[in-house]
């Protein structure tokens, strides 16, 4: 890992020129690299927290003077309780993966002594743009090592002095191992992300990870194509054969178990023959959890002999951009809808294509909407926080990409492969081959692999 | 399929309306779409020839007139020997392909009644701009439908009677189908190309069939995703172990059997071994073809004993713009490397990351280039020409992809889907899952699919 505070080009270029060596390494070199790290890591414990504490001081004054928010000083501390274990052990657990790179896909025959292969290799060079925690120069110098892929981290000010003592770190464990230098690249230099931006021809993937607020600037002054999502605007669709207790339990478990996380529910659709139903009964579970239901005109009214028993404040009258609002807090938009197209309809115009759920007991009606909602997942009665790579099984996680190409949901270490496609011949002309007179067909045999 | 003169953002707006019903088509109704449209076109071909017979025409005048090239009119022409043929047999060759869609690549059994699945899905909406070549709408519709994908057409202004033509009798034969109307639409609006690459909400991938400058304008001018190439600056390294008769054979092959492809190759690295052994029986040959060699100094002085002996023309010096220009014609650049580890520095920093070729009798020297070498299709002893999704067995092409993401290489209708996460569950609360006290583990089973 070097610390760069040079032109974001030559850094770019540097990473691009690591990139083949790193991509060549064979797993148990990457491995070994991670284990590198890990030991220096932890040897210098003290002295990366005392570079932290310096952050956090000024952090700290920052958010008295009202600067800086005093969520982003509690992200910033890598002292607080298993932080940094956890950032520890995130290095073993990538290391443990299962490498994704190297695996054949397909392999086929075309002709004798003429063998065609798709095999799994690293992207290339990956920035990553994250803001106050410090503990994602770990992880994400982790992924990238263990993917094979070069990687340009661009921190946040805040914590500038965490992350260069770490980079420092992680810079002289890889010095003795065989991932070269320019692999991991911290660019310190202020306000270098635009120009980072810009280095299309040897940055070939953008992960930014922060606030909507980041990902959407990132996504508007870039043509390399960014990983991840701008906005969380996921919707549950509740019907009247849901069954009402567990829908309750579902809808309170995906509003409030973490308000502030992109796979929250942020929009409830309520077919209009559950209002006098199921819905009362998810809405007093809700309201009882301390969340603000903003209501439509008929919703509202299904609502009204409850309205005694609820919390004060725990309704509200919905206006039209409650549809169209991450809340990222205990808010909660609530429509009425006729049907589940009325309600894949309002999915697909206002929802971010994230995640979205059905709670239904019927079968025909959950494939419909699932078969029809244009999002990375869609559930039938299910939370839409389950969407996580670390719940879906993955291990690790990159992160949650709304995008149609590529990698959609949450995405793990395979999202930062590509493929390439060998072949192996014996100087064959092309010209031989096809199906008129004197012609060589083709073989196109499916090899195992 | 609609004929649009209204705003592209309109009819991005619809097409994004009817790729939800396209999408959740099954496949008999996307199959049965494809008989329509190639019963109607057959029914069609004397109308459709004379439209493309007027366009024709008006093609002719402008060539002669200087406005147009010939190979330009050339292409245009839907009457030349085998193309409305090919045309319709394009057609069914595509409906008995595979479906890309709804294809299952991972169950996992999260918990019980708590099952995971990814499943691939099309990825909404295409915008294909091409050039004259008007049988590249029934292709294209073709692999739209199939991959379930709505399509917004863009063709060249000197296809136009043609394009209406055939868009008029795919329309009405699309009619009797269940696959919506707006689901492939030609827009035909003058001077639309910008307006549509800026409709990144509504499109989610553009695919160019055209001149490099048309590739290079549209990734110039969009942040919508390009699935293409602009360039193809293919390398062969040819070393002094290579088999001298049979390298030969395949530069020939790979300089000679279509000069114009993008899988031609434009450079061959000679090992400086290589130059008194194998290079000259290679130049040789090419020179017998026709080919003119632009020459590195030491790559000239090596066929001074052999000069006398070639066709006059055949040998020029190159300039260093040689290594970096794609010639599409008889001309291929040679410069003399001393190692691999300098041919494969070469074509990572000069090639255009589409297929490059090692020709080698070392095996592990091959596999060294190949892992090294940053291309779509990395080949040992083997002729670029190969880069072809016909020739890799795919059935079909979509293109040849340069990018770094999603598809690499030649693109089957594989490139035309994404994969949606689908979650089946019985409501349970994610805030149950998890390591500690009282919490329930996360079974994480593979199932079979």
Redesign the interface.
């Known amino acids: 890992m070097s610390l760069t505070n040079g032109s974001p080009e030559a850094a770019a270029a540097a990473a691009r020129d690591a ?3 790193l ?2 390494l064979p797993t148990s070199a990457r491995n070994e690299a991670l284990d590198a790290i890990h030991a220096a890591l932890a040897a210098a414990k003290d002295d990366i927290l005392a570079a932290n504490a310096r952050d956090l001081e000024l952090a700290r004054k920052a958010a008295a003077d009202g600067a800086l928010s005093q969520a982003l000083v509690s992200r910033l501390d890598l002292g607080k309780k298993g932080k940094w274990e956890d950032m520890l052990q995130g290095i073993l657990d990538v290391r443990d993966l299962e490498d994704p790179v190297g695996k054949t896909s397909l392999r ?1 025959k ?1 002709d004798d002594d ?1 063998i ?1 292969e798709r095999v799994s290799c690293p ?2 060079v990956l920035l990553i743009i994250f803001e106050a925690r410090p503990e994602v120069i770990a992880n994400i110098a982790s992924l990238a090592i263990k993917s094979g892929n070069a990687a340009i981290l661009k921190g946040g000010k805040e914590s500038t002095e965490s992350f260069v003592a770490i980079s420092q770190v992680i810079s002289s464990a890889l010095a003795k191992t065989q991932v070269p230098n320019s692999a991991i690249q911290l660019v310190t230099t202020r306000d270098a992300i635009l120009q980072l931006l810009s280095q299309d021809r040897n940055i ?2 953008v992960i930014p990870r922060g606030s909507n607020e980041l990902v959407r600037y990132i ?1 508007e002054h870039t ?1 390399i ?1 960014v990983l991840g999502h701008a906005d969380g605007l996921c919707s549950i669709y509740l019907t009247a054969t849901a ?1 009402k207790h ?2 309750a ?2 809808v ?2 995906a509003k409030t ?1 973490y308000p502030a996380a992109c796979n929250s529910v942020e929009t409830l659709l309520v077919q209009d023959k559950a209002l006098g139903t199921v819905f009362p009964g998810v809405a007093a579970a809700l309201a009882e959890k301390g969340v603000t239901l903003r209501l439509d005109a008929a919703s509202k009214a299904a609502l009204s002999e409850l309205l005694p028993s609820l919390p004060e404040g725990a309704i509200q009258d919905a206006v039209p951009q409650d549809y169209d609002t991450e809340h990222l807090s205990l808010t909660l938009a609530v429509k009425t809808v006729a049907s589940v197209d009325e309600a ?1 309809a309002h999915i ?1 115009a206002h929802g971010s294509h994230h995640t979205d759920s059905i ?1 239904t007991s019927d079968g025909a009606e ?1 494939e ?1 909407f ?3 909602v ?10 839409t ?3 996580d790579g670390m ?3 993955f291990g690790t996680e990159v992160g949650i990409s709304t995008n ?7 995405v793990g270490l395979d999202g930062l492969t ?14 031989q ?1 096809g199906e008129g007179e004197g012609k060589r067909p ?1 073989k ?1 045999e499916r090899l195992a692999f």
């Open positions: 990139s083949f060596t991509a060549s086929t075309l003429l065609l992207i290339g070939d993937l996504k043509k194509p069954d567990k829908a339990v579902a309170v478990d178990s894949i697909n709670f959950a419909h699932m078969n029809r244009d999002s990375a997942g869609v559930y039938w009665n299910a939370s926080r389950l969407a719940r879906y099984g149609k190409i590529h990698s959609r949901g949450p590509i493929y390439k496609y060998k072949i192996r011949g014996d100087y064959q002309p092309t010209t081959y083709w196109h």
